[in-house]
């Protein structure tokens, strides 16, 4: 585990271009936040260090649950969801097999449809634009 702080929206995005260039080619990566901790954010980093897409055209997949970003890059919000057969219902299962890296929002709420052998950073929103983030699973 390693822990970070950033002190800004653009510290929390470098910090995703620099998760990015240790991920593996397949990686099923959970992003664990309350609303507003920066998951998003950290995201676009992630996207962006990946190479699939600006940071500036990456938003949270809310509504449409699933954005895709070139043809490895998954990014997966489960907030709206409420029960274990809505999410089986996207194909996560079917994307999880794929040489691709998956950025799963809300995913701690489906343990079970989880992979074991994942990454999980966990974001905790501190004062203004502030924020802790803890990294499992992966060597930074």
């Given at each position: 585990m390693?822990?970070?702080q950033t002190h800004s929206e653009e510290e929390t995005i470098q910090l995703g271009r620099e998760i990015a260039a240790r991920l593996p080619?397949?990686?099923?990566?959970?992003?664990?936040g309350n609303l507003g901790a920066g998951k998003t954010t950290l995201a676009k980093g992630i996207?962006?260090?990946?190479?699939?897409a600006e940071?500036?055209?990456?938003?949270?997949?809310?509504?449409t649950l699933i954005h895709e970003y070139?043809?490895?890059?998954?990014h997966a919000d489960l907030y709206r969801l409420d029960r274990p057969?809505?999410?089986s219902r996207l194909g996560l299962e079917e994307i999880f097999d794929r040489d691709a890296v998956v950025l799963?929002?809300?995913?701690?709420?489906?343990?079970?449809?989880?992979?074991a052998d994942r990454i999980e950073i966990r974001l905790e929103a501190g004062s203004a634009?502030?924020?802790?983030?803890?990294?499992?699973?992966?060597?930074l």
């Amino acid at each position: 585990m390693r822990q970070f702080q950033t002190h800004s929206e653009e510290e929390t995005i470098q910090l995703g271009r620099e998760i990015a260039a240790r991920l593996p080619p397949r990686a099923v990566v959970l992003l664990i936040g309350n609303l507003g901790a920066g998951k998003t954010t950290l995201a676009k980093g992630i996207v962006s260090g990946l190479g699939a897409a600006e940071p500036e055209d990456v938003t949270s997949p809310t509504f449409t649950l699933i954005h895709e970003y070139g043809a490895r890059v998954y990014h997966a919000d489960l907030y709206r969801l409420d029960r274990p057969e809505e999410v089986s219902r996207l194909g996560l299962e079917e994307i999880f097999d794929r040489d691709a890296v998956v950025l799963i929002e809300w995913g701690e709420r489906f343990p079970q449809l989880m992979p074991a052998d994942r990454i999980e950073i966990r974001l905790e929103a501190g004062s203004a634009d502030e924020r802790r983030i803890e990294v499992t699973g992966i060597e930074l």
